[in-house]
T-cell receptor, first 112, second 112 residues
Framework: KAGVTQTPRYLIKTRGQQVTLSCSPI?????VSWYQQTPGQGLQFLFE???????NKGNFPGRFSGRQFSNSRSEMNVSTLELGDSALYLC???????????FGQGTRLTVV | QKEVEQNSGPLSVPEGAIASLNCTYS??????FFWYRQYSGKSPELIMS????GDKEDGRFTAQLNKASQYVSLLIRDSQPSDSATYLC????????????FGQGTTLQVKP
């Protein structure tokens, strides 16, 4: 069974630009969550999607948004990038609520 | 604020010893907990899930959950240098959700 696939693996963007990250969950998993990981803040929850609906949102500004498609693939978008958005962005898929999450390889975003 | 707390370490143990990693949580409603291992520059990898009070063993790993004390631990027996990594404890922030709340992680160093 294929794991969680995130693309791209690495990105370098300039302040003010926007970026879209993609995630394909494990086949059969309908729940996808996104996390931001930085050295100072650790792993912070961004949002959770299930059946194309956002179920939860973390404490991030509105520049961070996401969506989920009917095939459970998910995208997240960050607009007007700031230097502080440089981080590892992780997507996780879940077989059900309150169960384990399986992470993709992550997208390393660097904002310069 | 629902939190999961871990000692950041580093925890240093000699090869072959037992490594003991600990985690406390504030939300008494949390039912399920997970331990992830993260190597530098990589994404978190699930190593143990625990859903009920008591011990759960898988190979060299034993997870322990004590809901009365709001305490989760991970024991690694016969520690190997390849176990050197950051270990993340996570719990579900609320019921009927995939959202995970992570501790800051404990860095484990296993010295040959």
């Amino acid at each position: 069974k294929a794991g969680v696939t995130q693309t791209p693996r690495y990105l370098i963007k300039t302040r003010g630009q926007q970026v879209t990250l993609s995630c394909s969950p494990i086949s059969g998993h309908r729940s996808v969550s996104w996390y931001q990981q930085t050295p100072g803040q650790g792993l912070q929850f961004l949002f959770e999607y299930f059946s194309e609906t956002q179920r939860n949102k973390g404490n991030f500004p509105g520049r961070f948004s996401g969506r989920q498609f009917s095939n459970s693939r998910s995208e997240m978008n960050v607009s007007t990038l700031e230097l502080g958005d440089s981080a590892l962005y992780l997507c996780a898929s879940h077989p059900a609520f309150e169960t384990e999450a399986f992470f993709g390889q992550g997208t390393r975003l660097t904002v310069v | 604020q629902k939190e999961v707390e871990q000692n950041s370490g580093p925890l240093s143990v000699p090869e072959g010893a037992i490594a003991s990693l600990n985690c406390t949580y504030s939300d008494r409603g949390s039912q399920s907990f997970f331990w992830y291992r993260q190597y530098s520059g990589k994404s978190p990898e699930l190593i143990m899930s625990i859903y009920s009070n008591g011990d759960k063993e898988d190979g060299r790993f034993t997870a322990q959950l004590n809901k009365a004390s709001q305490y989760v631990s991970l024991l690694i027996r016969d520690s190997q240098p390849s176990d050197s990594a950051t270990y993340l404890c996570a719990g579900h922030g609320s019921s009927n959700t995939g959202k995970l709340i992570f501790g800051q992680g404990t860095t484990l160093q296993v010295k040959p």
